[in-house]
């Protein structure tokens, strides 16, 4: 699947930074860096921004371009499979007694993020036991830099279409702030909400309405643009 929405990493030329903040865990005590700031990371990216300021191809090739361009290692032919076989164990032995679940379609790989660990009702703030669990995956991550990460967040049907968007919308983007205070690179996420538009399970009962309630990371390998 391809994100249509935000391009989470504003690229530009030259030494820009955004000033890191700290934000502090209630629970554990445990700060985490926050370089989203305002919702936004600005890269200092050099000649990479060209590759996303030119063409009109979709957002998806924009972000291979760009990531191409700053210097990041594509993958082709049999190493893919390799590549993505090493990284699924990886998330697979961190995630192991978990509530988060790695399911595999070819050479993407899905991060099923429930709502019973991420987020309260109604809210998009992470929970403790999603910061955890968002630790260990951006740790995996940060060591296979040769990927790109769609964050995608699900919502049952109960409640307005266009609120359940936008809250979708919220938690993706929360989740993705996150991985990037941990380190990941923000120029290799997109966000996106599908609200209730592609649910996994059934909306006529709670079982399945709480399965539909989540945030998908999808891994795929990162490729030359055209690929």
Known sequence: ?????????????????????????????????????????????????????????????????????????????????????????QLRDQLAGSEVEVRRSGDTLIIDVPQQVSFDFDSSDLRPEGRDALRQVAGVLVNNPSTTIDVIGHTDSVGQPEYNVRLSQRRAQSVATFLISQGVRGDRILTDGRGATQPIATNATEQGRARNRRVEIQINPLTQPGA
């Open 1 to 89: 699947m391809r994100p249509s929405n935000s391009f989470i990493a504003l690229l530009a030329v030259g030494g820009l930074t955004l000033g890191a903040c700290t934000q502090t865990d209630p629970q554990t005590g445990r700060q985490d860096v926050n370089r989203l700031g305002t919702g936004a990371m600005i890269g200092a990216l050099g000649g990479a921004a060209i590759g996303v300021l030119s063409g009109g191809d979709d957002a998806n090739d924009r972000r291979q371009r760009a990531l191409v361009g700053a210097g990041a290692g594509a993958l082709a032919g049999g190493a893919i499979g390799a590549y993505m076989d090493n990284q699924e164990r």
